[in-house]
């Protein structure tokens, strides 16, 4: 059966005739509307089997007040946790909100933005997927002064409110406690270098290493792409090498649960032979063995931030803030050698 499309009142506007507001008041027996027009458009609202759309009504009755989410994905408890900060805070300031996911496509999280706008959201919280390098379906956004609050992965942060991690104190801090920990070639496992969490990350490490006075040796970073099977890939490459590294920094929870099974698979010793941190909020972390020291977010708080600044825009106040939320060094088995 043929999938029948939706008559809506241009639809009826056009064979009747009359404009788009005429035919909805003379379906609601407006006395503005002669009786005739008004019989008129209902027989042929019968005819076409039409029906009101709830949402559109809602949005012209201004309720209710919704705000769109833009993330690269939300079975990771790091982003599940920072979507209920934001839809907790939103409904306590009377806000409904829809989460559109772009899988870390470009054009996927193009669309979303684009379908978003089309659904008239009051303003807009987004995380960049890895594919984003091209920024100007967010310049749009500004240029229509549509309200919009950056998180985790950012850019143009001279239009844009951000929430993101303290990316450099933390990678430095948790490559210090390696080197405090007896490991002395420490590798870098990132995702592309492009995304700005990557490059800050990157960085916190480098500054850790040259304050220790130990050479960069460029090998020991690989940055790929933040994903389970690039994560092994990476650390293969690493263990591969004529010095493997003893120890690695993972800059996420996906990379350093990879980093961790291809390190068991080549029978290495955790943290014996290769010591290693990841960056992580999730209870997985005392699930696995060893335990996985790791960067732990305060992922919720995270959300909340993010969805109280755009509040504070939606309500005028059009100050960009860069807002960093602290982390904290969790240290569990993997990374003390014995």
Do not use: W
């Not at 009786?35 to 076409?48: D, F, G, I, W």
């Not at 829809?98 to 999280?109: D, M, Q, R, V």
């Not at 700005?196 to 040259?210: F, N, Q, S, T």
């Not at 390190?263 to 972390?285: M, N, S």
């Amino acid at each position: 059966m043929e999938h029948q499309k939706h008559t809506s009142l241009k639809d009826m506007a056009r064979i009747l005739g009359v404009s788009i507001p005429t035919v909805s008041r003379a379906l609601k027996d407006s006395p503005e509307i002669s009786r005739e027009l008004c019989a008129r458009a209902k027989q042929l609202a019968r005819e076409m089997n039409y029906r009101p759309n709830p949402f559109a009504m809602s949005l012209r009755k201004n309720t209710p007040r919704i705000i769109g989410v833009v993330v690269p994905e939300i079975v990771t408890h790091f982003f599940s946790s920072i979507l209920s900060g934001i839809e907790d805070m939103a409904i306590a300031n009377g806000y409904f909100v829809i989460i559109a996911t772009s899988h870390e496509l470009y054009e996927h999280e193009k669309r979303n933005i684009e379908n978003l706008v089309n659904m008239r959201v009051e303003g807009i919280i987004a995380c960049l997927s890895q594919e984003t390098t091209d920024y100007r379906h967010f310049t749009t956004l500004s240029d229509i002064n549509m309200p919009v609050v950056l998180f985790d992965r950012v850019c143009l942060p001279e239009l844009f409110s951000t929430v993101v991690a303290d990316g450099v104190q933390s990678a430095q801090k948790a490559t210090q406690h390696l080197l405090d920990n007896g490991s002395r070639r420490i590798a870098f496992i990132g995702g592309a270098n492009h995304l700005d969490i990557v490059k800050r990350r990157k960085h916190g490490y480098l500054e850790a290493l040259r304050e220790n006075k130990i050479p960069i040796e460029r090998e020991l970073v690989v940055c790929r792409k933040i994903d389970y099977e690039e994560g092994k890939i990476a650390t293969e490459t690493l263990l591969s090498l004529p010095e493997p590294p003893d120890a690695i920094l993972a800059m996420n929870d996906t990379l350093a649960f990879a980093a961790m099974e291809v390190i068991k698979r080549h029978g290495l010793r955790i943290p014996q032979d290769v010591a290693l941190i990841g960056y992580t909020d999730e209870q997985h972390a005392n699930y696995v063995e060893p335990k996985l020291s790791a960067i732990s977010h305060q992922t919720y708080l995270m959300g909340e931030t993010a969805c109280r600044l755009l509040i504070e825009q939606i309500r005028g106040d059009k100050t960009i803030k860069q807002v960093v939320i602290p982390t904290h060094l969790q240290i569990r088995e993997s990374s003390v050698k014995k």
